[in-house]
């Protein structure tokens, strides 16, 4: 325990370094990822500030050229009236009733021309003394309008301007007022009243709020409903007091707006709360008119890219530390590569001098198996050879025998058939011998047509002997009996003789003994069923049936190659040769061939289906 005690503390100061440096290394990392979203925070926002202010700007230059041109558009009204004789005069004779009829309707005709929404007289004194609505509810005529501000303007400055609520019709419109003056002093006033409604409707359909403004602070013209007729700022006493005399505003409450001004990002573009939702104030004053066109645009869409930008940044700036960790892990990683293939080249200059002494042990052992390899390639040609030249010598010495007794009963046609036999075989076995290199190569022998059930009575011939031994019955059906492959001779006779023969010793203790041979055409192949009776094919040896050396037979009985040099036969005759064990028990070879193109034609019937679950035989 106290051996310990001196270490431990000397490793606490180490320890705390450590802590320590990756503790400022997460502070560093948060402060650029902080600083990342920050500047991409300030960045989208005065990007969408920028756009919005263009976008205000643009809207502005088209709103007020629109309705400085609907308020200039009545200025020739004045002259017009002044040089129409009809109006002096009636503003000299008030009580000419009928003149006042004829001034009515001109003023009608003038009205329905220019487009405004009234036209009427007054004289000095303020009384209305004819209208274009003389014969409509509501109509100034006869009205002592001398109290409100465009005429006092009119009649002390030549001209007024003034937006306000009708004293009759309790409409607002913009009212445009002219003196007459030609000659001395002035006759009367001509006012005009405009309706601004229009130009109203046509801006709710841009984008963002639109409010009209005049000297007081009031909106006079919105497109919202509840910001008409409210100040942006509480009323001073004066200004009350003039709005109690003029009455501008009808009967509004004038109940200021909640309108807070944030910041001011130019002379006539602010950051507003309005209603407590932030906006975009842009204003211009009008060329004509003491007012100000204002548009709102609300800031909410630009704050939430603004996060987005930030919250993009961060995790930008996130995955860039992110990869500048992982290369600095790689970095450290090669560098322990680097210590590791040293020290692995050192253990390896340790161990070659071993390594040459194991290489010189296995040349010596790779030789050993060459040569034993060798060998066994020789055995197994040996007994290849023995194996395929053994069934038609044993044919041939059965033949003999036969023809030996046949002659001892002077029946000399069979002795000449028996003879004729074996000089069949004898050439079969020429070609056999040569076709023995397919157990390497395929065959180069040309392939011919060839009658299969020739070629079936020839190998039932070598193992007729066999079969009557065992009381074996063989049973052959080809369909049609004409029916042609394309094959080799001596191949084709090897590989059926072969089949027969492992069905006979397969079936040698069997109840039933029958060697059925079926063949049918098929899609313009050939296919030969040898099937037995017998006990089947073990399942173990199954996967294997085709390997060398691989045999159900009893030790010295056979060595597993005639079913490999079968295969090998038929594959060099473009076929297949599988094997199946029969439900019924037995088991099944199918040889699959090529039929001559002369007899290829719609089968007359098919083979029932079998499993392929089979066993395997030499």
Known sequence: MTSREPARRFDLPFDDSRRWRGLARWCGALALVAMAAFAGHQFAMQAGLARLREAADHRLDMLATGLDADLARFEYLPALLEMTPIVP?????????????????????????AGAEMLYVLDRSGISQAASDWNKPGTTLGQDLSFRPYVIDALSQGRGRFYGVGITSNRPGYY????????????????????????ERAWRKLPGDVALIDQRGVVILSTREDLKFRPLLPLDALQRAEVLRSRPYGNATLQPLQWTQKQALDRNVQVIALDGTDQLASARPLRDAPWQLMVLDNLA??????????????????????????????RRAVHQKLANQAALQAAHD???????????QLRAAQGELVHAGKLAALGQMSVGVAHELNQPLTAMRTLSESAGILLDRNRLDDVRGNLQRICGMVDRLARLTSQLKTFAHRSDLPLVPLPLSQAIADAQAMVAEAARKHRIGIEVDVQPATLSVMAEEAALGSVLANLMRNAVDAMQEAPVRTL???????????????????????????????????????????????????????????????AANLPQGGACFVVDLPAAIAVIHNPPGSFPSNSLDSNAQE
């Open 176 to 199: 445009l007022s002219y003196a007459l003056r030609r000659g001395q002093p002035t006759r009367g006033v001509v006012a005009v009243k405009v309706n601004l409604e229009e130009a």
């Open 89 to 113: 005069a009636l503003l000299e004779t008030p009580s000419d009733t009928h003149l006042r009829d004829a001034v009515n309707r001109y003023l009608d005709g003038v009205n329905a021309t």
């Open 516 to 578: 059925r041979l079926a063949a049918r055409l098929e899609e313009g192949r050939v296919i030969l069923r040898v099937s037995d009776t017998g006990t089947g094919i073990h399942p173990d040896i199954l996967p294997r049936l085709f390997e060398p050396f691989v045999t159900s037979k009893p030790a010295g009985a056979g060595l597993g190659l005639g079913l490999v040099i079968s295969a090998q036969l038929v594959r060099a005759m473009d076929g297949t040769l599988r």
């Open 301 to 330: 869409p630009v704050r939430v890219a603004a996060r987005n930008t930030a919250i993009t940044a961060s995790l930008a700036m996130a995955v860039l530390l992110l990869v500048a960790v992982a290369l600095l892990q790689r």
């Open 350 to 360: 340790t161990l070659e001098s071993t390594v040459v002494a194991r290489t010189a």
